[in-house]
């Protein structure tokens, strides 16, 4: 079964600090993404990467950069937390190589800034 | 251009009931729909997806129908379940190997005994 793990269930930060969230899947998937989930808006796409060390800008970057040193690790680092950022962040990763196209969650961090 | 609107918002059926969820689009290069059911505290798993060549898909209880000439897709559960209650999100992207999916706004369902 491929694993989509996700460093903190719940996080809470402070105004102006740096938050890192870290995203690890297990199956050698070659596309990695983030996404921000809020209440009555669905699922907004972050950022995603292709491959490693590559990324790509999704519908909502302001705010976030995005970090792929290695193949299974996908992080998302905002520089500055706001309290705009309070939220519910999904990881997935997919491989389209394995003829699949379908995406794979984590279970999620939801993040609240003070 | 980009968006995929979903109906209703939220949703109440009696157990055996068929819910009924609606997505439309507007724009005519998506060509891969798939569906997400999310459970609370899980992130969303894929349901079932149909490409626009065929005007229906089934995989067990679950049902997309699909409507090319008027940009809309629905997601049928025959013989609900209690266990079928959670949020469901319809999804378009420009081909199914393309990285970015939209995602409609979701449905919370709910089945009730």
């Known amino acids: 079964d491929v694993k989509v793990t996700q460093s903190s269930r719940y996080l809470v930060k402070r105004t102006g600090e740096k938050v890192f969230l870290e995203c690890v899947q297990d199956?050698?998937?070659?596309?990695m993404f983030w996404y921000r989930q809020d209440p009555g808006l669905g699922l907004r796409l972050i950022y995603f990467s292709y491959d490693v060390k590559m990324k790509e800008k999704g519908d909502i970057p302001e705010g976030y950069s995005v970090s792929r040193e290695k193949k299974e690790r996908f992080s998302l680092i905002l520089e500055s937390a706001s309290t705009n950022q309070t939220s519910m962040y999904l990881c997935?990763?997919?491989?389209?190589?394995?003829?699949?196209?379908?995406?794979?969650f984590g279970p999620g961090t939801r993040l609240t800034v003070t | 251009q980009q968006q995929v609107k979903q109906s209703p918002q939220s949703l109440i059926v009696q157990k055996g009931g068929i819910p009924i969820i609606n997505c439309a689009y507007e724009?005519?290069?998506?060509?891969?729909f798939p569906w997400y059911q999310q459970f609370p505290g899980k992130g969303p798993a894929l349901l079932i997806a149909i490409r626009p060549d065929v005007s229906e898909k089934k995989e067990g209880r679950f049902t997309i129908s699909f409507n090319k000439s008027a940009k809309q897709f629905s997601l049928h559960i025959m013989d609900s379940q209690p266990g079928d209650s959670a949020t469901y999100f319809c999804a378009a992207s420009m081909g199914a190997g393309s990285y970015q999916l939209t995602f409609g706004k979701g449905t919370k369902l709910s089945v009730i005994p």
């Open positions: 199956m050698d998937h070659e596309n």
């Open positions: 997935a990763s997919r491989s389209p190589l394995s003829g699949s196209y379908e995406q794979y």
């Open positions: 724009n005519t290069a998506f060509d891969y």
